[in-house]
């Protein structure tokens, strides 16, 4: 697949990037710069974003398939039975 799944405006792509570089610095103890935190970004929503991805549309078809059952078992209770003789 050559089309990024998961794309971010020019505003939440600099935010992601600074809270990255603010987790470096404080969690491990590394600072980057902002071209590092943006490769870093890219790489990661490349590797991940395909499963968060997947997972929200596993999720998606689970919450479907539910209201289908309620939907099934509600056509069920309106079911009439024939009269009978």
Do not use: H, W
Not at 6 to 14: G, H, K, P, S, Y
Not at 36 to 43: K, P, R
Not at 68 to 74: W, Y
């Amino acid at each position: 697949m050559s089309e990024a799944l998961i794309r971010l405006d020019a505003t939440e792509r600099a935010e992601l990037a600074i809270k990255l570089r603010d987790y470096c610095d404080r969690e491990i103890g590394v600072e980057i710069g902002n071209f590092d935190a943006e490769f870093m970004l890219d790489f990661m929503i490349s590797r991940l974003g395909v499963l968060c991805y997947n997972q929200g549309l596993l999720d998606a078809q689970a919450a479907i398939a539910k209201r289908v059952d309620t939907l099934t078992e509600a056509i069920g209770e309106l079911e009439k039975s024939p009269p009978r003789r």
